[in-house]
């Protein structure tokens, strides 16, 4: 498989595995409590490493809107990639050369670590979905191909922005963007789109039919008569001829034929001397359509649109370009028809992700989730305010948007886990260190588990689901089981001993057990089947 290289590459490929674990610090909550919405403030690269413990590998849909690199300075995020908090990250990652680096390997250096990150995020029948114009979009398949293998790429969508021309491009002048997607794995293998009341409008019932509805398809196969012999039969028209096609089997075998008889699913005309029969296709039948990879301004909205609904929201345009809502809606339909679905933008930019999030909830009455992550200070501003107005309601007269409902929780990155000499960083409350440390072992979320016997349980895996009642809260001794504990405290040194083993009531196969020393022997260790780790030495790092 060809691969692109740029400066800088070297020193990006793997960074993420460096990015430090930092904890994401609530500062508010807007609407609903317990929502599961998220909006984040802060380098993405970051936000995105810290997601990790709780989502990795559950997000249904990710749509980015990042940097288009045209060296623009005028854009509110300033899609050049010279923004301050990137040419520092540049410098501290690839080095005194960071300052050399053309804009393309700027770019790439900047959005190879994240893609990377975002890939192991996305669950096994999700999608990411990537809006780009034509400076970097040879840039950004490649490296997609590379990070999420060819073999799950879904398309290159052209999404028509605009729809009149201007005339002031001296060559050619771009009605469109490109939108990039790929699947995290073959796991996801049927795409549909909903139906539109265009297709719809080509089913109609001559006849009457109480079914309702239908169109027709051909009765003929595509394959000759030498190539599908077991197609090849008369057919008995309703008039009583006998049919046979010349040169072509039928597309169905005597048996289904005979089905299709008895249950007047053959179409003659409507005086029953066509030539051939075809088969009726009934509307309260139909599937979902195939999705295709031109999308119109007529059905996705144009960036005007965006553009409009941002000065419904605010007054004024007070954010150049966004998407409209319907852009990103066309998306959630094709993936998330799961109420519970996650949705996640790291370019959060206005927040027309979040928006088109709450519509459809409204909808259909679903549960899906947003998070975003912005790294501009006008996250607050604007992407929450958005949020805020859109849940509320905005807009006045015949622009007037009634509120969604729901709500979201505001959070900034705040203090790494761990420090770069090994440490785990007191200052971090212990329950955000146990969940990265059940997560470094597990890679599942933290879920909640009865700590009335012993307050350093983590938590039970077992190979072998149980069906003992574990209502009381105590976790039954399951075959094949790990009993994970965090024996840990901030002031203090804590020790593996046979006062701690007496502490343990649950049984299991296997123990890992974490603290700052052990003073049991190898024999016991064997004995009860324990991996001693040592605080902080053996935590594991990604």
């Not at 088969?279 to 039948?285: D, G, I, M, Q, R």
């Not at 588990?449 to 938590?459: F, K």
């Not at 003073?519 to 030495?537: E, G, Q, V």
């Amino acid at each position: 498989m060809p691969t692109l290289n740029w400066i800088g590459k070297d020193k990006v490929a793997n960074h993420h595995l460096d990015v430090p674990f930092r904890v994401l610090e609530h500062l508010y909550t807007f609407g609903e409590p317990d929502s599961g919405n998220m909006i984040i403030h802060g380098d993405n690269l970051d936000a995105l490493k810290s997601l990790m413990p709780r989502y990795e590998g559950r997000v249904k849909c990710i749509y980015i809107d990042p940097p288009y690199n045209t060296g623009n300075e005028g854009w509110v995020y300033n899609d050049n990639v010279n923004d301050p908090k990137i040419k520092k990250w540049l410098g501290k990652v690839v080095g005194s050369e960071g300052e050399d680096l053309s804009r393309h390997d700027k770019w790439l250096c900047m959005m190879y670590p994240r893609l990377r990150l975002l890939q192991k995020l996305l669950a096994e029948d999700g999608a990411i979905f990537i809006s780009i114009d034509d400076n970097e979009q040879a840039n950004l398949r490649l490296i997609c191909d590379e990070i999420f293998g060819t073999n799950n790429f879904l398309a290159n969508i052209s999404w028509e922005k605009r729809y009149t021309r201007s005339n002031n491009a001296k060559l050619f002048y771009s009605l469109k963007d490109t939108i990039i997607s790929y699947r995290k794995s073959p796991t996801l293998s049927i795409i549909k789109e909903s139906r539109t009341a265009k297709a719809d409008s080509h089913y109609t019932n001559q006849d009457n039919d109480p079914r309702g509805d239908w169109a027709t398809s051909s009765y003929v196969n595509p394959a000759t008569k030498e190539k599908r012999k077991n197609l090849v039969y008369t057919i008995l028209a309703p008039d009583g001829r006998e049919i046979n096609h010349p040169t072509h089997a039928w597309k169905y075998s005597y048996e289904e034929h005979e089905r299709h008889v008895n249950e007047n699913l053959l179409w003659w005309g409507l005086n029953n001397d066509a030539q051939y029969p075809r088969l009726k296709l009934f509307v309260s039948e139909a599937s979902g359509m195939v999705p295709v990879d031109i999308w119109d301004y007529k059905t996705t909205g144009t960036t005007d649109e965006g553009g409009q609904e941002i000065k419904n929201i605010f007054g004024s345009l007070v954010f150049d370009t966004p998407k409209p809502t319907k852009l990103i809606e066309r998306m959630l339909k094709m993936l998330c028809s799961d109420p519970e679905s996650i949705i996640l933008d790291s370019f959060a930019g206005s927040g027309t992700t979040a928006h088109a999030v709450l519509n459809m909830n409204k909808t259909d009455g679903g549960n899906r989730r947003f998070i975003l992550v912005e790294m501009e200070d006008y996250c607050e501003r604007i992407t929450a305010e958005r949020v805020r107005h859109v849940i509320n309601g905005y807009g006045e007269g015949k622009n007037a948007a009634e509120g969604t409902g729901g709500g979201f929780d505001y959070y900034e990155l705040g203090q790494p886990l761990m420090f770069a000499n090994g440490s785990l960083n007191e200052a971090v409350d212990t329950a955000k260190t146990r969940e990265y440390v059940w997560y470094m072992e597990t890679k599942l979320p933290m879920q909640a588990v009865d700590l009335t016997a012993n307050p350093y349980l983590l938590g039970v895996i077992s190979s072998q689901p149980s069906s003992t009642d574990t209502t009381d809260g105590q976790w039954p001794p399951l075959q094949g089981s790990t009993a994970y504990y965090f024996h840990y405290e901030k002031d203090s040194a804590t020790t593996l001993d046979t006062a701690f083993l007496a502490s343990i009531a649950i049984k299991a196969e296997r123990y890992i057990i974490y603290a700052d020393q052990c003073a049991l022997s190898d024999n016991i260790l064997d004995r009860y089947n324990i991996t001693f780790k040592k605080i902080p030495r053996d935590i594991a790092r990604m």
